[in-house]
């Protein structure tokens, strides 16, 4: 791990993703991520921003804020803002609002673009995992958000669901695409089924 994230740090991140109402963005989960990023390492531009942004972009997390990332980025700046580059708190933070806002943001640097696609599969890419995985991952963001009543959980997540079936491709990178598509939108497909038969 990087020599500038200490062990309070760590322990402070570790803690934090143990927290109970969290069922799916755990330290497994962010485990999983990191060894994405090992099985693709020479296609990350920017590896320690990559890293920081897996780490912090759920170390705050309130099923009911719309607020989480903003505040995982004052966390991430705030415990190691004073021994890290700014430049790479600003890139980790643009990969961290990639995730929260589902999207490649918007700038002239192609190696930006191409790490926040990254990120974005690795995100996504339970939705193309074994049906038994992808059926996990589903209760999952279930309990996260069991403070919605059944009805209006299903019509979100339907609605969700529908929105990337009509995306040209769920996945950005030719490998996650050729992986993982084609699996997804079965699973996707199914999902709303079910959730529309509920």
Do not use: C
Not at 67 to 86: E, F, H, Q
Not at 146 to 163: D, K
């Amino acid at each position: 791990m990087m020599t500038f994230l200490t062990s309070e740090t760590l322990a402070d991140l570790r803690r934090r993703y143990a927290e109970p109402h969290r069922k799916l963005h755990t330290w497994e989960r962010v485990t999983e991520l990191l060894r994405f990023a090992e099985d693709v390492v020479n296609g990350i531009a920017e590896r320690p921003a990559f890293i920081l942004a897996i780490l912090f972009h759920k170390a705050v997390f309130e099923p009911r804020a719309i607020d989480s990332a903003a505040r995982s980025v004052d966390l991430m700046r705030v415990s190691i803002g004073k021994t890290v580059p700014a430049r790479m708190l600003d890139r980790a933070e643009a990969l961290i609002r990639s995730i929260d806002e589902r999207e490649i943001p918007e700038t002239d640097d192609p190696s930006l673009r191409g790490d926040a696609a990254l990120l974005l599969d690795f995100d996504n890419a339970l939705l193309g995992s074994d049906a038994r995985r992808f059926a996990e991952y589903e209760m999952a963001l279930r309990e996260e958000a069991a403070h919605l009543p059944a009805e209006r959980y299903g019509m979100a997540r339907s609605t969700a669901l529908q929105m990337l079936l009509w995306k040209d491709r769920i996945f950005l990178t030719d490998r996650f695409y050729l992986e993982r598509e084609k699996r997804a939108r079965r699973n996707i497909e199914d999902a709303i089924a079910h959730l529309e038969a509920a």
